[in-house]
């Protein structure tokens, strides 16, 4: 075992403070990664204020990890010391069942895969998250990042990059395709970069239009604001696929309204609350409303390198650690262009 400084939070809805966990000894399997970076993301505050459900405390979030492998177990032979990795919102599975077998182990039927944080190991000891120097991952949770990429602007992309591109990829996106991005935050920001990347037609839709400029540099063809009400006239049947990227609730129907026959509108925003579904407004074209989660360890490696190859990374605001507590009473007023990255250096 070792002892590393992170941040945690106490308890739940308290502010995170300066500590030490210990993180295990680097078994036969092992990657141990000095973190150099770790985004935040909206469901670190979910969680830490027991949004979603009841956590488990002292909690260290952070599901974004980027960094360094300082040393490797005897077994390993995927990654070497020096390597550039990632960790995303995984950190193991059961490895046995039909969707593990088949790289889609965030689907893990077996009770689903161990979380990097807020969860309870296959030792059963408590997972941490990357709000911390160092963690310890079984190889086959690491992925590789691409030379392309700096770490800062990749670490956003173990979360809200495989987020967004696992269901572009999904649904096929791609040229002739016609794609609406619901909200432009940390999640939306890079989903309008890879359906654009994609090939797809892009359209933002916002509760204003005070990020049009942004959406427009960032890759939308169009941008329009759905507190008017004449979007929703006019975009009526329009798209075939609606990303919403939005964890509050929204008008279904109003949204369900834009697609186009055999459209689908996929959530990868979860409310806190129970929504409500007219399913009138499914059948007359036959529509369909959909989630996703994130994407399995081979498809997250196939992301980062589409994003490599296309020039994709995060929007960020590189923060220290003792601006975590500001950083997300910043992301829930969406003061934030577009997501706040931590200097793991400043822990």
Known sequence: MTTVAAYAA?????????????????????????????GICHSDIHQV???????????????????IVAEVGPGVTKYAVGDRVGVGCMVDSCRECDNCKAGLEQYCSNGGP??????????????????????????????RIPEGLSLDVAAPLLCAGITTYSP?????????KKVAVVGLGGLGHVGVKLAHALGAEVTVLSQSLRKKDDGLKLGADHY???SDPKTFEELAGTFDLILNTVSAPLDFAAYLSLLRTDGTMVNVGLPEEPVQIVLQSL???????STSGIGGIPETQEMLDFCAEHGVGAE??????EEINEAY??????????????????I
């Open 224 to 226: 329009y604001a759905t």
């Open 49 to 67: 204020r027991d949004g979603w459900r009841p956590g488990t405390f002292p909690m260290v979030p952070g599901h974004e990890i980027a960094g």
């Open 168 to 176: 572009l990829r999904h649904w096929n996106i791609g040229p002739g």
């Open 329 to 346: 009473e910043r992301v829930l007023a969406s003061d934030v262009r577009y997501r706040f990255v931590i200097d793991t250096a400043t």
């Open 316 to 321: 960020i605001e590189l923060i220290g650690a």
């Open 114 to 143: 161990t979380w990097t944080y807020n969860d309870t190991g296959k030792d059963g000891q408590p997972t941490y998250g990357g709000y911390a120097q160092t963690i310890v991952v079984d190889e086959n949770y690491v992925v």
């Open 283 to 289: 059948s007359g074209n036959r529509r369909s409303l």
């Open 10 to 38: 106490p308890a739940p809805k308290a502010p995170l403070e300066r500590t030490t966990i210990e993180r295990r000894a680097v078994g036969e399997f092992d990657v141990l990664i000095d973190i150099k970076f770790t």
